[in-house]
């Protein structure tokens, strides 16, 4: 009996180590639904905020930690307005959740295509112009479970969507005849390349902070996908009494600390967020965004040009979500793969628990135990 209880209980372990790994080894779990309290009003001009509010004469002011003087970013960014009522800022750790939750988060949980694609967009018109993503290739958007697949190319190198997007970026290659490393069309097998030459070139375009690396950013960020939806919304114009200096931006979501430049009596009161050098990248209805309106099938003079190529309006909601679930694709491709794994396994190993312990009352049949 005590070898039936020993079997039996290590297959259990066995499936629910399989079913941990593949249920939950994805995203972190998303905060429930409802909104934080809001804590500041969004201004309806936008949330760049031209002077540091000195509400009080005598309040000290922090030396800007910015060394360089802040050039003009590579694209000229107006500052993102209006982000609607509801996305008002919130306290510290509570991100916001878009209506419906994240599709992809869950043991079954799986990206969504379109929302993969207009994030992609997003991605390749305004983010890539400052952040690279080197551990993605062309071709990753092709393979099964990316943005691009098509069943009809199992190789992603030629899927003809895959190759127009490559030739689209230009890679730094050696130039066959000079040696010199010149920028060229890419192709599905180049990595995506990074906008910068090194991370010195990368802060003096940025007024001193290096553009992190997108690859991972929604693993290597607490709260995930959410944590990234929300900073892209999280631009709202700095409540009374915080100090802002030249060349931050404040931001209700962002992973900092607001005390250093809190001039308010009581430091439990300091706003949530924290300080951050990147402009606010989104604009309502970016006109970067919009669908070809050529004439045909959804072009030409009935064509809306606050829309992505597939209709959907190009809010700066409807952005930060879809390229939240692009970044949370490209730092985890293989997520739907390894679900689908599990989702099988779980049934063999059930199964195979049930053979095991039929053998075991059969060999055992005839002998007193
Ligand atoms: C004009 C250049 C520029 C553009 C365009 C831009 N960023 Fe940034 N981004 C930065 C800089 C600079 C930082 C570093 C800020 C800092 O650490 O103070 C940053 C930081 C970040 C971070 C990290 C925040 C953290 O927690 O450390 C994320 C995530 C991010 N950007 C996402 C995006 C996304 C998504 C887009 C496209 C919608 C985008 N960025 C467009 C310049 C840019």
Redesign the pocket.
Same mark, same amino acid.
């Given at each position: 009996m005590r070898f039936a209880k020993l079997a039996l209980s290590s297959l259990a372990v066995l499936g629910i180590a399989a079913f941990g790994v593949s249920a939950f080894g994805q995203q972190p779990a998303t905060p429930p639904a409802e909104q934080p309290a809001p804590v500041v009003t969004p201004a309806p001009d936008g949330a760049v905020p031209a002077a540091p509010a000195t509400p009080d004469a005598t309040a000290p002011v922090e030396p800007a930690p910015v060394a360089a003087p802040v050039p003009a970013? =590579? &694209?000229a960014?107006a500052p993102a307005a209006d982000h609607g009522e509801e996305h008002a800022a919130g306290g510290d750790h509570h991100e916001l959740t878009p209506k419906g939750g994240w599709k992809h988060d869950g043991a079954f949980g799986t990206f969504d295509v379109n929302a993969m694609q207009r994030g992609f967009k997003?991605?390749k018109q305004?983010?890539s112009?400052?952040?690279g993503m080197k551990l993605l290739s062309f071709r990753n958007l092709g393979d099964v479970g990316g943005p691009f697949y098509d069943p009809a190319y199992p190789n992603p190198n030629d899927n003809p969507v895959v190759k127009k997007i490559a030739s689209e970026f230009m890679v730094p290659k050696i130039d066959p005849d000079s040696g010199a490393i010149v920028p060229m069309p890419g192709i599905p097998a180049d990595p995506f390349p990074s906008p910068y030459a090194n991370a010195i070139a990368?802060a003096v375009?940025?007024?001193g =902070? &290096?553009?992190?690396d997108?690859s991972v950013?929604v693993k290597a960020?607490n709260g995930g996908a959410g944590?990234?939806y929300s900073?892209?919304q999280g631009y709202v114009a700095p409540p009374q009494g915080l100090v802002v200096n030249a060349g931050q931006h404040y931001n209700a979501y962002?992973?900092g600390d607001t005390l250093s430049q809190w001039v308010g009596k009581d430091p439990r009161n300091k706003p949530p967020g924290g300080?951050?050098?990147?402009?606010p990248?989104?604009q309502q209805f970016d006109i970067r965004l919009q669908r070809d309106c050529v004439e045909g099938a959804h072009g030409g003079t009935s064509c809306d040009p606050n829309t992505f190529d597939d209709g959907t309006p190009t809010t700066i909601e409807q952005?930060?979500h879809d390229?939240?679930v692009f970044?949370a694709w490209a730092s985890d491709p293989k997520s739907e793969a390894r679900k689908q794994l599990g989702a099988a396994v779980i049934p063999f190993l059930f199964l195979l628990a049930i053979l095991v312990f039929l053998s075991y009352r059969r060999i055992w049949r005839n002998v007193e135990h």
């Open positions: 970013p =590579a &694209v960014h997003v991605y305004i983010c112009t400052c952040h990368a375009g940025n007024g =902070a &290096v553009p992190p997108l950013i960020r944590y990234v900073l892209l962002f992973h300080f951050l050098a990147m402009t990248p989104l952005q930060a390229v939240a970044l």
